[in-house]
Nanobody
Framework: QVQVVESGGGLVQPGGSLRLSCTASGSIIRIYSMGWYRQAPGKQRELVAGITSGGTTNYADSVKGRFIISHDNAQNTVHLQMSSLKPEDTSVYYC??????????????WGQGTQVTVSS
């Protein structure tokens, strides 16, 4: 069984910073990539940033230059350092792991989400 767990959300003032973390655990054979998505009320879930096991990254245009994604392959962990936060960054942030598990054929595993609120 595979679990994906996020942490690090919270309330921050505009211009502030937050660091999200996500760890995949369980019977994992290989992780291909991990990423962060977000979904605000009434909106579709959107990609924020992703990183492959080899370290290739991609970002949504709206967060380029403000967010940095990094990973610790040994710990099956990905981090999202968010700086210069804006009210429009307010969302539930979800972690997605694309991996090969020891059991079953699923590839995509979602975390439960963590709330990020940017407000004064």
């Amino acid at each position: 069984q595979v679990q994906v767990v996020e942490s690090g959300g919270g309330l921050v003032q505009p211009g502030g910073s937050l660091r999200l973390s996500c760890t995949a655990s369980g019977s994992i054979i290989r992780i291909y990539s991990m990423g962060w998505y977000r979904q605000a009320p009434g909106k579709q879930r959107e990609l924020v940033a992703g990183i492959t096991s080899g370290g290739t990254t991609n970002y949504a245009d709206s967060v380029k230059g403000r967010f940095i994604i990094s990973h610790d392959n040994a710990q099956n962990t990905v981090h999202l350092q968010m700086s210069s936060l804006k009210p429009e960054d307010t969302s539930v942030y979800y972690c997605l792991a694309d991996l090969r598990a020891a059991l079953g054929s699923m590839r995509l595993y979602w975390g439960q989400g963590t709330q990020v609120t940017v407000s004064s």
